[in-house]
């Protein structure tokens, strides 16, 4: 079959539900393009999963409409309880802020700023004072091993270092998703493992994680419970 | 000591600079009238009409010396009685450098 | 009151997050700050100077004689007779007519020009209260030879702080000596600083004037409200006489000070116009880095709101700081530095400086007249464009830029 739910699930509403999912950039326009055409996916809480496709296959489309960055054209989806469709943009944001941690290809760290700075970028808009928000980032940069490096600039730390900030950027709101998009695609062997193994901890933790990634460092791991593909804007269940 | 509080630190320090220019400014003002006196006695002494900062404003001409300005007016409203001269320094007066020559 | 604290840590966050980014590129926004800010120090450091002496010129032309009166001969002034004032001494309402010469001399060796006067200081309806303007010495009696009073420039570039002597040409070149009766103080400065005053056969010998001449006749009267219909009968017993009551001269002077200083307020408004549009220019594009952690930001949730809230600060802070800072440079300028940028403009390029201090007017119109003419163009020139960062999608970042 070309679709369907893969809900392992027994019975309970899921963390992350998508049903008849479509999004359709530039509707209306000429140049129109229909990126997902009806996703129905339910992740459970605590779960992780790994969407896998090639480049142009909505797998980035879809982790925006999992991360909250914009609704669906159509179809319902509901992430950590809260639906997105007919949502302002602004409480879009206010509930991204909340829900969603989010590890970026490439890391996205601002080079500019310090350690501590990049990872409590997500902390400002909350009105969370210095003195809380150096706490909370000492104790995320303790358990990930990098609490020595908090006063260096960005761009003066190592790759490994780069993607342990990311992941505490991520968890400084404390969110209960955290999607990773391409994690370790410019990461070696070593620091792949590294990356899963935190996420696995992540995941032990309670977290409910999804990585879209076609390494198979990553899809084959054992902290991973599914495989979903993304192919055409469709999942495509093999 | 976080960015914005250096901000609100370096604010007050300038917000006192200019209190105390302020506070100097009023002293100065307040000084004014004592000086003030002393000018309105020396123009009414003197019957003076201008201030002597455009000591070659181009208002006047006088008999004891021609220039080559034309008493053209910069305003309607400008009067041209002011005493001083011209942009430029009045000419040489051709027939008594002939006198000099002679020597 | 949670609310209210977590509103306003908020905004102290992007206060904090604007100045780190500011202090990020200081080089451009400290340069930034410095072109703005010496705009607005020149702005208003015209706006002081010009009040100033337009302030001490109408509070000391008050004093001015109610009316002047020159003679006019093809358009050009000439020097009258001094029967003149007998022919106005029939004029009712007139309470005194003092003769005067008035006139310039160039003192070709030293590229100065002097302003001379001869007249009868005791005659002045003023003359009792003249020695308070003089450092030292006394004026010259009516029938002394050679006597004179000079000022402090004129002390200075004829060297006369070690004698007491000294001679100017007439215009046959012959020496006229003068000896110094007296100084003027530095209080009477802005007023005596070019001024030699003697009596007034001396003036009519230095000039050549035959005798009987004069240049002016100052004329007081006795109801100031009759200035005018007096000034009329003047015109009228005397047609080839041009008649000048003393808010006709102010009015002048208004102009000469409004012509300079409009002049160069227009050079510098300009310039500032020309600041404002490479601001708008500058504003207007997002370099990638900036649409890059506009992404970022936007992904990470913050609000559209909260990025524009960053470029306000940004742009107030340069704003705000280039103000203060130029409006405080400007008044230290003035009246501690005595306006010495613009003295060859406002006050003429003269090989005698006039020595003395200005002492602003601080007016709250001026203040924020410059504020509306500066800091408000730059804020919306930089903060207007700002909308463009509204557009950066949220999702730019999750696609890798």
């Not at chain 1, 209306?28 to 997902?36: F, I, K, S, W």
């Not at chain 1, 990356?195 to 390494?215: N, P, Q, R």
């Not at chain 3, 206060?15 to 500011?22: G, K, N, R, V």
């Amino acid at each position: 079959m070309e679709s369907g739910c893969l809900n392992l699930s027994t019975g309970q509403p899921g963390l992350i539900e998508l049903a008849g999912v479509c999004k359709i950039y530039n509707q209306g326009r000429p140049n129109e393009v229909q990126a997902l055409t009806n996703i129905d996916l339910t992740v459970e809480a605590g779960n992780m999963v790994c969407l896998r496709g090639a480049s142009g296959s909505g797998k980035s489309t879809l982790l925006s409409i999992i991360g909250c960055v914009f609704p669906p054209t159509s179809g319902r989806a509901a992430i950590a309880g809260k639906q997105l469709v007919r949502l302002p943009d602004r409480f879009l944001t206010l509930h991204r802020r909340r829900a969603i941690g989010f590890i970026f290809q490439q890391f996205n760290i601002l080079p500019a700023l310090t350690v501590l700075d990049n990872i409590t970028l997500p902390l400002l808009p909350l009105g969370v004072a210095p003195g809380e928000r150096k706490a909370r980032a000492r104790a995320l940069m303790a358990s990930l091993s990098i609490g020595h490096r908090e006063r260096f600039p960005a761009n003066q730390i190592s790759g490994g270092e780069l993607q342990r900030v990311a992941i505490a950027r991520a968890l400084i709101n404390e969110p209960p998703i955290i999607l990773a998009d391409e994690p370790t695609a410019h990461l070696d062997s070593r620091l792949s493992l590294e990356f899963m193994a935190i996420m696995a901890e992540l995941k032990t933790a309670g977290k409910t994680i999804v990585i879209a990634s076609h390494d198979t460092l990553v899809t084959e791991h054992p902290a991973v419970e599914r495989i979903i593909d993304i192919r055409d804007g469709r999942i495509h269940v093999s | 000591m976080r960015p914005s509080h250096l901000l609100i630190l370096f604010l007050l320090l300038l917000a006192a600079l200019d209190g105390v220019l302020y506070v100097d400014y009023l002293r100065l003002r307040h000084d004014r009238p004592a000086a003030l006196d002393i000018l309105t006695a020396t123009a009414a002494g003197l019957g003076l009409s201008d201030l002597c900062v455009a000591t070659e404003a181009r208002y006047t001409r006088h008999p004891a010396a021609s220039d080559r300005v034309a008493p053209v007016m910069d305003h309607p409203g400008g009067l041209e009685h002011f005493p001083t001269g011209s942009f430029w320094a009045p000419p040489p007066y051709p027939e008594t450098r002939k006198e000099i020559a002679k020597f | 009151m949670t609310i209210f604290s977590t509103g306003l840590e908020k905004q102290l966050n992007i206060l904090d997050y604007a100045l780190a980014s500011f202090w990020r590129r200081k080089l451009k926004n400290l340069s930034v700050m410095i072109v703005f800010g010496a705009v607005i120090f020149l702005l208003a450091s015209f706006q002081m100077v010009t009040r100033s002496l337009t302030e001490t010129a109408a509070d000391v032309l008050a004093a001015a004689p109610d009316i002047t009166v020159q003679r006019l001969s093809a358009g050009r002034q000439e020097s009258l007779p001094l029967a003149y004032r007998d022919r106005l001494a029939a004029i009712f309402g007139i309470r005194k007519v003092v003769p005067r010469i008035w006139g310039y001399l160039f003192d070709e060796g030293k590229g100065a020009n002097y302003t001379i006067m001869g007249l009868d200081v005791a005659a002045m309806p003023g003359g009792e209260k003249l020695p308070q303007s003089l450092a030292a010495g006394r004026f010259p009696e009516p029938d002394e030879t050679g006597g004179c009073v000079v000022g402090r420039s004129i002390v200075r570039i004829q060297g006369l702080e070690s004698r007491r002597h000294f001679s100017l040409f007439r215009p046959d070149l012959s020496l006229k000596p003068f000896r110094v009766t007296g100084t003027f103080g530095a209080e009477s400065a802005i007023l005596t600083d070019d001024l030699i005053v003697t009596t007034l056969p001396e003036a009519a010998d230095l000039f050549a004037i035959p005798a009987g001449l004069v240049t002016d006749l100052c004329v007081y009267v006795v109801n100031p409200r009759e200035i005018d219909t007096i000034a009329k009968k003047i015109a009228a017993r005397l047609p080839d006489s041009r008649v000048l009551t003393r808010s006709q001269i102010l009015k002048t002077y208004q102009v000469v000070f409004g012509w300079r200083s409009g002049f160069a307020s227009i050079c510098l408004l300009t310039g500032l116009l020309a600041f404002i549009i490479l601001a708008w220019d500058k504003a207007s594009g997002l370099s990638p880095e900036e649409r890059r952690e506009i992404g970022i930001l936007k992904v990470l949730g913050w609000e559209t709101a909260d990025i524009l809230t960053i470029r306000f600060w940004e742009g107030c802070l340069i704003a705000a700081l280039s103000y203060v800072l130029g409006v405080t440079a400007a008044y230290i300028h003035v009246v501690h530095f005595n306006a010495a940028l613009f003295r060859p403009v406002m006050l003429g390029w003269s090989v005698l400086d006039p020595t003395f201090r200005l002492v602003p007017v601080l007016e709250a119109a001026d203040l924020l007249l410059i504020f509306c003419l500066t800091v408000l163009p730059y804020l919306a020139a930089t903060v207007v464009p700002a909308w463009r960062c509204a557009i950066v999608p949220a999702d730019s970042a999750i696609r890798g830029g």
